[in-house]
């Protein structure tokens, strides 16, 4: 059910959107902008992700780590994250604490650059690179996430490069770049701002209008990348990448291009990536891991990308002693008899359980009805998408599923990318 909505857009473009939910005595304050990796241009990748971390360096009237000082010492929560289309920020505070969230958010979008120093620059440089060392470069299986899109969109496609940037670029980063950059993407009228929580909706509204209303809108915010995928682009390209790596298993990722999370179509998706590979009643669980026991895990997933074309991936982690070819084999037989043995009606239902079951997790909280409702506004303009997801799941019948394996998942659709223990590997 969807709750009581209150939206309003600012005169400086910022869209708002104040959810009360009075059961808690907190508010979580939850800010998208939308901008991420694929909004870099060449050769200055990582940006969106390096500004992930510019943003608690302080501002003009907030400390370096100030941010997180004044949200800590009320009893609050604080985090951000960066993905492909949007980076957000948000806090969960006591509620009686609201204008102390919303003012740390609008002093850093409105009065980040005066407080930027080549010196703060340098440090979240070097830290962002320690970052991808530690979490890409030397993590088992760790660069999957950069290699995959990589492989399945060609190289001047927005989604094709890396999320967290090459060591090169970040490098070669200036700190008239690093501004231009700020200065294009981070204004209200690219930004998504959510209120869910114990608050007045008039008071709220007041509060919004005082720290954020007087914010100068970017004006001309530029046009987004071309996410059309004309023809095939890749086929002439390898469809199969085989990465030797200091893993102890080998691993196989099948991909598929399919319709973004805009496109009706993207629900049954979701529905068919948990039938196919979410919990023990899963084809995929059921094949690999307990009749053939050649995989130790598996799942399937999309990455609910919003333009253009999404991914929908299988992915099985080898049981010891099988081989990368034996994998990728019963892999592909699983995707291929969903094309022999359509999915059936209880497969269906129980998949979508699951998935509702998820939902409403993820919908328990303040924070996580914030950010539902961020994306929402940001990629449908409709706080109500993030409430709807349900209905649409139980909508996919037989026919609907059976018609998108038929059209998206076909053989010739597929790109595989493959982790073989390097020699000596452990």
Same mark, same amino acid.
């Given at each position: 059910?969807?709750?009581? !909505?209150?939206?309003?857009?600012?005169?400086?473009?910022?869209?708002?959107?104040?959810?009360?939910? *009075?059961? $808690?005595?907190?508010?979580?304050?939850?800010? @998208?902008?939308?901008?991420?990796?694929?909004?870099?241009?060449?050769?200055?990748?990582?940006?969106?992700?390096?500004?992930?971390? *510019?943003? %608690?360096?302080?501002? &003009?009237?907030?400390?370096?780590?100030? /941010?997180?000082?004044?949200?800590?010492?009320?009893?609050?929560? !604080?985090?951000?994250?960066?993905?492909?289309?949007?980076?957000?920020? %948000?806090?969960?505070?006591?509620?009686?604490?609201?204008?102390? &969230?919303?003012?740390?958010?609008?002093?850093? *979008?409105?009065?980040?650059?005066?407080? *930027?120093?080549?010196?703060?620059?340098?440090?979240?440089?070097?830290?962002?690179?320690?970052?991808?060392?530690?979490?890409?470069?030397?993590?088992?299986?760790?660069?999957?996430?950069?290699?995959?899109?990589? =492989?399945?969109?060609?190289?001047? /496609?927005?989604? +094709?490069?890396? !999320?967290?940037?090459?060591?090169?670029?970040?490098?070669?980063?200036?700190?008239?770049?690093?501004?231009?950059?700020?200065?294009?993407?981070?204004?209200?009228?690219?930004?998504?701002?959510?209120?869910?929580?114990?608050?007045?909706?008039?008071?709220?509204?007041? =509060?919004?209008?005082? +720290?954020?209303?007087?914010?100068?809108?970017?004006?001309?915010?530029?046009?987004?990348?071309?996410?059309?995928?004309?023809?095939?682009?890749?086929? $002439?390209?390898?469809?199969?990448?085989?990465?030797?790596?200091?893993?102890?298993?080998?691993?196989?990722?099948?991909?598929?291009?399919?319709?973004?999370?805009?496109?009706?179509? +993207?629900?049954?998706?979701?529905?068919?990536?948990?039938?196919?590979?979410?919990?023990?009643?899963?084809?995929?669980?059921?094949?690999?891991?307990?009749?053939?026991?050649?995989?130790?895990?598996?799942?399937?997933?999309?990455?609910?990308?919003?333009?253009?074309?999404?991914? %929908?991936?299988?992915?099985?982690?080898?049981?010891?002693?099988?081989?990368?070819?034996?994998?990728?084999?019963?892999?592909?037989?699983?995707?291929?008899?969903? +094309?022999?043995?359509? =999915?059936?009606?209880?497969?269906?239902?129980?998949?979508?359980?699951?998935?509702?079951?998820?939902?409403?997790?993820?919908?328990?909280?303040?924070?996580?009805?914030?950010?539902?409702?961020?994306? $929402?506004?940001?990629?449908?303009?409709?706080?109500? @998408?993030?409430?709807?997801?349900?209905?649409?799941?139980?909508?996919?019948?037989?026919?609907?599923?059976?018609?998108?394996?038929?059209?998206? =998942?076909?053989?010739? $659709?597929? %790109?595989?990318?493959?982790?073989?223990?390097?020699?000596?590997?452990?």
């Amino acid at each position: 059910m969807t709750p009581p !909505l209150f939206r309003e857009r600012l005169t400086n473009g910022l869209r708002v959107t104040i959810a009360p939910d *009075m059961r $808690a005595p907190l508010v979580a304050v939850n800010l @998208w902008y939308h901008v991420g990796s694929a909004m870099e241009r060449a050769g200055r990748t990582g940006f969106a992700h390096l500004f992930e971390h *510019m943003l %608690f360096q302080g501002s &003009a009237h907030v400390d370096a780590n100030g /941010h997180f000082d004044a949200i800590q010492r009320v009893g609050g929560t !604080l985090n951000g994250s960066t993905w492909l289309e949007r980076t957000n920020y %948000f806090e969960t505070v006591p509620s009686h604490e609201l204008a102390l &969230a919303l003012w740390l958010e609008a002093d850093r *979008m409105g009065q980040l650059l005066p407080a *930027m120093t080549q010196a703060k620059l340098d440090t979240q440089r070097d830290v962002v690179k320690n970052e991808r060392r530690w979490s890409v470069d030397n993590q088992p299986y760790g660069t999957w996430w950069e290699q995959l899109p990589a =492989l399945c969109y060609p190289p001047t /496609h927005p989604y +094709h490069h890396s !999320l967290i940037g090459s060591m090169e670029d970040l490098s070669a980063a200036t700190l008239d770049d690093v501004r231009a950059f700020f200065e294009t993407w981070y204004a209200p009228d690219n930004a998504v701002l959510t209120i869910v929580g114990d608050v007045d909706v008039d008071a709220t509204r007041a =509060l919004v209008a005082e +720290h954020f209303g007087s914010i100068r809108r970017a004006g001309a915010v530029p046009a987004r990348p071309d996410f059309t995928l004309r023809d095939d682009a890749t086929t $002439a390209a390898p469809r199969t990448v085989t990465i030797p790596d200091r893993v102890p298993l080998s691993r196989v990722l099948v991909a598929m291009r399919i319709p973004p999370l805009t496109s009706p179509e +993207h629900a049954i998706a979701d529905v068919v990536a948990a039938a196919l590979a979410t919990r023990r009643g899963s084809r995929l669980y059921r094949a690999l891991q307990r009749d053939a026991g050649c995989a130790s895990a598996t799942s399937a997933f999309t990455w609910d990308l919003s333009a253009g074309a999404d991914l %929908f991936v299988a992915d099985a982690t080898a049981q010891s002693g099988t081989d990368v070819d034996a994998l990728s084999r019963a892999l592909h037989a699983e995707l291929d008899r969903m +094309h022999a043995t359509p =999915l059936t009606r209880d497969e269906l239902a129980r998949a979508t359980t699951v998935l509702a079951t998820e939902r409403a997790s993820a919908l328990a909280t303040a924070q996580g009805r914030a950010d539902a409702i961020s994306q $929402a506004v940001t990629y449908f303009d409709d706080p109500a @998408w993030a409430f709807t997801r349900e209905a649409a799941w139980r909508a996919v019948d037989v026919a609907a599923a059976q018609a998108f394996v038929a059209r998206w =998942l076909t053989p010739s $659709a597929r %790109f595989e990318l493959r982790y073989v223990p390097s020699e000596g590997a452990a």
